[in-house]
Every structure is written in C-alpha cells, then in structure tokens.
C-alpha cells in the first residue's frame, strides 16, 4: 500500500533524511523509534506529502504521493501533528464535522459516523466546548478522532468489516499528552481500526506503549536506518545502543516484545 | 408607521423609476421661480467682496473661513472650503454657490449644477489685478456692476499713492548711497521645526512688490516651510506674522528667539510685526490698509524725506 | 472505549440543525436591521425631506409633469444624493468586512486587517501621486477623480504584488514575511505620501489629507453600479472561500492534509482580498478598521465558523457602513464628518478592548 524507494531530503548542508527504504500494507501498524531530531517527523511529513522537495519515490495505493489529487489523498491518507492549534472558537463538532469536508453526504450521514468515532475516542462530552479551551490531552483525542472521521468511508456506501481497507493513518507522537489511562485505550481503539485494514505509521518516544502493538518497527539514526523488521529482531540491547548512544535493560515479557528500561 | 410604509412603497417605485429614466432626471424641466437670489459664499476672500459690494443680505450661509467683517462670522458655517457638503449645501435652498478657487470636493460643482443651482468658482490671480477682476466679476453676477466700479476705482487710487510713496522713499534712500533692498520675511506659522512662511504667488508677495520690499522666500511657490538656514541665508530685515498666530506680546518675543530668526538682522533687534490675517494672507477690499500697514512698519528703514 | 459518552446522532443532528437555525434567524435579523437602517439613512441628512413632496414629485414624473423647483430639489437629494451613497456605503462596508473575515482566517489572526499587505498605503500613495499631479497640471483636472480612483486602484493592486513577490520562498508563500514585506511597503507608501505632501502646494495637501480620511460624498450611480457588479461576483467567491477558510483555521498543514491545495487558495484569498479593497479604496479612500473588526462582532454574535462568518460579515459591513455614512451626514448639519474618521472613532477603541481583553484572558473571540 504505502512504499518509500530511496528518500533522501536534506535542508542546506545538513542531512535529515538518507535512503530510506521501507513499504506497509494494509492493516500494519508501524512504529518509528529513534532520538530526537533523527528525521522521524520528517520523514512522516513527507509521506503526507508535505514536503516537496526530496528525493526518492513515495508510492502510496498505486501513484507516486505527489501524483494523487489533493481531495482524493484526503479521504484515503489523515496525518495528526504532534501539536494542534485553532485560533478562533471553533466548537469540537464543528472540527469533526471538518473531517467530512470532502464528502456528499447529509447532516444525518456525517453526525452518524462522527457520534461513532467520538464514542470510541470518548470524547462524546467534549461536543459544545470552544477547542482552544481543552486540554491538551482532550484535543489530542479530537484531533485523532478528527483524522479517523476524515478517512471513514461515504455513508452512502455500504459499510463493510474492511471499512479502513488501503487507508494510512500517520501519527506523530499520538500519546504525548494523554494520561495514564487514555494512552492504551487509544491504542486499543487504533489496533482496532488496523483490523479493519488500516495502515499506522506511528512516531512515539513511548516505546513501552507502541512496541506490543507494533508489527513492523523501524529505528532511525541520524536519518538512516538501522534497522527494521519485527519488534523482536529490532529491538535489542545492541541496536538501542547505537540509536541512543547508552545502554539500556531489556527485560524479556511473555509475548517477546522486551520491556526496555535504564 | 405611515411615514415607514410609503417610505418602503416609494423605494420600490424609486428603483423602477430610475431604470425607466436613468439620466434623464437632469434633462427634467424645472419650472423657474422668480425669487430672490440666495447665495453659498465660499471663501473669506468672496464673502467680503459681497459685504463691500452691499450684497450681504442675499448670503445665506458661508464656509468656515467667511470670518470678515464680523457680522459675516455669525452666519451659518458649512465647514472648510476644500470638503463641502453637497447636502449641507442644499439644506439652505440657494440659487447661486460663489467660491474661491480650491472649493470643492471636485464631485461638488457637478452635483449642485444638477440640482439647478449656479456654481462660479473663480480663479484667483494673488495681487491687485486678481483682485479688481474678482471684484467686477462679482458685481456683474450680484448686478452691481456700478458699486464694483466705484470699489476697483478707490482701491486702484489709494494703492497708486501708496506704491508712489514707497517708490519716493527708495529713491531718497537712494540717494544718500542706500542702495540695498529692504528684504522682508511673511510668517504664517511657526513651529520649533521650521517657518511657514508666503512665497512667491502670494498676497503677501503682492505686498511687498507694490511696497518695493523684496520677499525672503519668493523662490518658493506658495505657502511652504522654510528651513532654518535657507531663512539665515536670505536674512530678512523685518518679519511680519500672521496675526492668528499671536496671541500676545510675548509670543512675538519668542518668535525673534526662534533658531532660524535669531541670527538675522529682524531677529537681533527683534523687528517683528503683526499683520491682520484676513486681509494680508488672501485677496480684500482691504488690501490698501494692508499695504499701508507694511509701509508704515517698515518706514524706520528709510531716511526722512522730510 | 473506557468512558461513556451521551451524545446520540440524532442529538447532534439536531443540535447542529438548531445552530444553523439560530445563525440563519440572526442572519435575517441583521438583514431586517440593515433595511431599517436604509431606510434612516434615506431620511436622515442636513437637508430636510417631506415625504410628501417626494410622492408628488414621483407622480408628476411618471405623469411626465414638470416639477416645482421644490419638488426637484427635494427628489434630486433623494435620489441623486442619498441613494447612492447609500447602495455604495452597502456594498463597501460588505467588501471591506468580507475582506478581513479573509485576511483574518487566512493569516489566522484575529488581529489582522486587509491593510496588514499594503493595499491601502499603495492606493494612498498612488492618489496622493495623482494629486499632486493633477494639481500641478491642470489640464489633467478633466477626467480628476478617475484618473485618482484609477491610480489608487493600480497602486493597491501593485504594493499587494510587490509584498507577493518579496514574500515568495520555494516552499510556498510564508505568512510571516508576507506581514513583514507588507510593513515594509506600507512604510515606503508613507515615505512616498511624505515626500509628495512636503513638495506639493497647500491645495494638494488638503486634498491628499482629505482623500486619506475617506468619503462618500462623490458617489453617483454610475459608480455605484460599477461596483456593484463588480461586487456581486467578488461576493460569490467569499462565499466560495467559507470552507477552506474553516481548514485554514487548522493550520496549513493539516489543511494540506485534508485536501485543500494551500498555495493556491492563498494566493486567491490574496488577490481577491486586494481586488475588493483596491476597488472600496479607490472609489471612496481609505475607510479604516471595517475589516478589522466587523469579523470580530459577527464572530461574538454568530459562530468561529466560516459557514456562518463570512456572510454575517458582510451583513455586519454593510450595517456598520450605512450606520457610519448616516451620522457621518446626520450629527453636524450642515457640516458632513468624513466616514473614515467615523468608522475609525469607532474602530479604534473598540480595537484597544480587544487587545486589553486578549491579553487578560489569553483567548480571544
């Protein structure tokens, strides 16, 4: 679904990307582990299309990421920053209702799925509040939830189990501001929708949280990769080594996704 | 309720109308009325040729600057010359608008002529010729073509004495070996950032040519600021203010500290001088009075003919 | 997941059916307001109407009657004067406010006005050019007011694309040096008014000085419906705008991401912004702080939401303009108060309570 050939993007003499190689299909989830300033961000936005000048192919559904028109891109690929900023009172439904921008559907259609999705993220008593008075954990939800609603399916077609089929959903650092509680229950809610064909590429620091889900990892360094593969042939004492420089403890868990601590 | 109604019965129509008969609103027929001239006076300079021709009587409302002579002040004002009101205007139903050069807006002629009313604005040439021609013209609009005679005739008799008594006095400086012209500087205000001061197309440049005075700023046109050092430079013997300016004795004395007066020869002995504004710095029936007035201020410069 | 949520579909459905009700009902009561107000602007003046003088001079004109010249005089201010003005003053403060609604959500800053790009100093400078011009050449003083009303509108259109140009960097047009090109092309407008002001003579001065304060003594019907046509397109592609302006609103990224190619909806937004105050500008001089704060008042009273705002501007605009043209004629007869020195007195204080409100309460509306 998703394939990067050879992404190099450089900014002046200085180097933020280097022949990345990498492909994702439907229903994968993906993590991007790496320090900061490693090219993890950027590497998403190129994906999302955002930056026009690397170079290297991006290949998303069937066309290069830049070939797709703008509309079209929208309703198949969402990307959540880490931050989100509005500057004027909008209302949190009324940012939803923004995800369904591109779609022909009624009130009764788009209310429909929006009620669905806001129910999953729980951010149903969030409806009526100015966004710019919520917290940063709740607008991180109405921001996930805004993305999720984007990539829903027309209401005039039938629903199906693989409703997200050939979709892309990039996060960058979905869980940063969610508290205990919220940051696996977002991820449950987001494996849920992977089931249902969704691809994930998630940029996280939370490598304890995103590694159980992950199916693919990806380390960066400086732009390159280190490695990637399943997370347990990726993570090990030696590769985190020389991504971050010190040396961690990995305790084993049963489901062979090492729990890593200093 | 019945006013707002018609009001919205009479929009309607309105718009209707104006489709089936736009531009011919102008061509319509005015049935003429027989009354009396009512007339706008734009101008300090308009309204008192009116008041010296006797005509006051038909002005029914002036522009700010109508100050002179007093009764003129307590007319209705329209505001300054340059921004009238078309509306306001139209508000005191007269027949004729009489303005100075710059009255406008420029949209304004066009306006009131479509609303049958007579506009001339005149053009002011700033010396003693402008001044008889804005005079005949006037007393043949206002019909007082013989009164306008007898005005040019007395203003053209005292200024011929009064330039005759300036030439005399040059020439018995002359004589005695005096031969420098006195220079004189007009200041219209002051500021601690420079003068503004009449150059040359001015009525004070008319001034002190019948007076045989050169003018410090003639190689300027019009009104301007002076800087400081071109002033220093031309250093005139005399200032004269204009008299809005001054509101006291003191207000002279600070003017002969100003930086760009102090130097000169007015400024060292303080040799300043006030001019009645609404005579010098525009065109008047007055303007013998304020040539005699230069020619009295200045007088200490020349020896005694006598 | 974890937490119960109580909105149903059908609850929010309703909701958002209300809200569109409350705003489209508010909608209809500015509308009423600006019809109520025409019809006071039509009214109030400093010369004295008689309704029943008009509906004689009415019928003897469709009875093909000549007039008396009371009855002229009296349907010559109605129709020739005040009507006018009145369309113009609608369809100026409808620009103007739709304008900043715009620029606002464009550079998504509350605080933003349409002269942030230096159309309005471009257009002053290049009317106070033509001025100085005219006044030195008289024989130009034929067709004056177009040749000021074509200058201003070229050199609007100019300054916005000179601060394009300054502004445009390989990866698309950067807001920030869109706003620092436009501070600099104001202030060489300003240089180049002072320069001109310093040279010309007293006339041209008064005029410049008077052209800057804005008026709508001038306007005839031709002007008007020259504006007026322009204007109704003008209008349609605002309304064209409201969405990509909600997705503005999120940033440019995210609403790249949701589809809305940013480049060249900025670049419209732009030029229609300068297009319609070059044109209000021209005709009328500069009319300062319409654009500011009229998004301000309809954000208060309707929504954040373009679906809402943008129309509610230009109801908004076109009230507040009628409003400031009739005491502009009304509170000193026979004297008229130029309408820019009115909006701005309004303007501007009202300005300094938002900034002193936004710095109290970090969140603006």
Redesign the interface.
Known sequence: MLNLQNISLSHGAFTLLDGLNLSLSSGDFMTVIGENGCGKSTLLRCIAGLHASYSGNVTFGQRSVDAWPAKLLAKARAFVNQHNQVQFAFLTEEVLQLGRINQHENLAQSSALICQVAEQLSIGHLFGRDVRTLSGGERQRVFIAKALVQLLPNANEAKTERDFEGKLLLLDEPTSALDFRFQKAMMDVIKGFCQQGLGVMCVSHDINLVLPYATHVILLANGRCLAQGSAGSVITAQNLHQCFGVMPKLIPQANSVPYITH | MYKFVSLVLLITSMSVQLWASAGDLVKTEVTPSNQQMRIIASGGSITEIIYALGKQQLIVATDSTSLFPAPAAALPKLGYFRQLSTEGILRFQPTHLFGAQATGPETLSAQLEAAGIEVHIFNEQRDVAGLHQLISELGQLLSSVDKAEQLNASITAQVKALKSEAQERIKTNQSIGNTKPLTALFVMSDSDRGLTVAGGNTVPQALFDDAGIKNAAQSLADYKVMDNESILAANPDIIFVASHRVKDNQALQRLCQHPALKATHAGRNCVISTMESSSALGLSPRYPQALHTVLARTASFYADAH | ??????????Q??L???ARRKKHLRAFMVALLLAVIL??VG??A????QS?GI??EA?SH??NQR????EQ??Q?????????PRIFMAMFVGALLAMSGCAMQ?LV???LADPGLIGISGGAAAAAATALALINHYPQL?VG??YLIALSAFVGALLAVWVVLIVART??GMAISSLILAGVAVNALAGTHIGAIS?MA???AL??IT?WTMG?L??V??SKVLFVGALSLPIIGLFMHLR?PL??F???E??A??????VSKYKRLILWLVAFSVALATALCGIIGFVGLVVPHIA?TLF???HKYLMPACGALGAILMLGADTAS?ALF????I?IGIVTSAVGAPFFLYLLAKQKAGG?N?
């Open positions: 997941m974890l937490m119960h949520t109580n909105v149903s579909p059908v929010l459905q909701t958002l059916y025409l019809l039509l009214q003046g400093s010369f004295k309704i008009l509906f009415l004109k469709l000549a007039l008396s010249q002229y005089l349907w010559y201010v109605f129709s020739e004067l005040r009507a959500g998504r800053n509350p003083a004056g007011q390989p990866a310093y003579n007293d006339d008064r005029q008077y008026s003594g001038g005839t019907w969405q909600n997705l609103a999120l940033g990224n995210e790249q991401c949701m589809g809305l190619e954000r929504s954040a939401d004629r007869p026979p004297l008229e130029p969140v509306a």
